[in-house]
Each structure stands twice: as C-alpha cells, then as structure tokens.
C-alpha cells in the first residue's frame, strides 16, 4: 500500500509501473486508487480471518474470496518476472510471499 501512496504523491514514477501502459495521471489516479481500495479490502480479509475484525462475511466468503487473492498473486508474480523494470521484477518476491501467506492462511481455516 506504501507504494501505491508513493505513486500517487509521485514520488515514484508512474511510468515504471503497470507495465508502462498508463498514459497520464488520470489514469495513474484511477489505477492507484482502485489498487489501495483492493488492497485495503485484502487486509480487511485477512484480519477478519485471524480474528481482528467484525465478522461481516461468512467464514466461506472469506474462504473464497482469499483463494481469488492468492490466485491473483500467483498471476501477478508471473507477471513480474517478465515485467520490463526492474522495479517491478523485485516485486516477485513480495507478490510470491503474499500468495504462499495467503496460502498457509487459507490451510490453517480448512484443517480447522
């Protein structure tokens, strides 16, 4: 979520990012905010998960809806092993962390 924020502050630039297609700060503006908004609800997921938050969505929901993030992830590693910057190819790491974490969350509430 940091480097979102840095984005959109532009401190880092735009245009070594989503895979240099965005063509004007509109557009970085959309793609940013609807990133942090993404990401803000993957975190809501995950503290529901572990017992932080309320619980607004069922336990399957919850299931659900992690399976779809890690499968996201996994995407978007691969993606970044053949992204053009190299910034982007060091996110492999982070993106391949969070699905194999998303991973052992999502075991750890089956075997429950």
């Given at each position: 979520?940091?480097?979102?924020?840095?984005?959109?502050?532009?401190?880092?630039?735009?245009?070594?990012?989503?895979?240099?297609?965005?063509?004007?700060?509109?557009?970085?503006?959309?793609?940013?905010?609807?990133?942090?908004?993404?990401?803000?609800?993957?975190?809501?997921?995950?503290?529901?998960?572990?017992?932080?938050?309320?619980?607004?969505?069922?336990?399957?929901?919850v299931t659900i809806l992690l399976w779809i993030f890690?499968?996201?992830?996994?995407?978007?590693?691969?993606?970044?092993?053949?992204?053009?910057?190299?910034?982007?190819?060091?996110?492999?790491?982070?993106?391949?962390?969070?699905?194999?974490?998303?991973?052992k969350i999502n075991r750890k509430s089956v075997n429950?």
């Amino acid at each position: 979520m940091v480097f979102h924020l840095l984005i959109l502050v532009k401190v880092i630039p735009y245009s070594i990012t989503w895979g240099g297609k965005l063509k004007n700060d509109s557009e970085m503006y959309v793609f940013e905010t609807v990133s942090l908004l993404i990401n803000l609800f993957f975190v809501y997921l995950v503290a529901q998960r572990v017992g932080m938050m309320p619980l607004l969505l069922s336990e399957k929901i919850v299931t659900i809806l992690l399976w779809i993030f890690f499968g996201l992830f996994v995407l978007n590693t691969v993606g970044n092993i053949f992204a053009t910057t190299s910034l982007e190819r060091w996110f492999t790491l982070l993106t391949l962390a969070n699905a194999f974490l998303i991973w052992k969350i999502n075991r750890k509430s089956v075997n429950r």
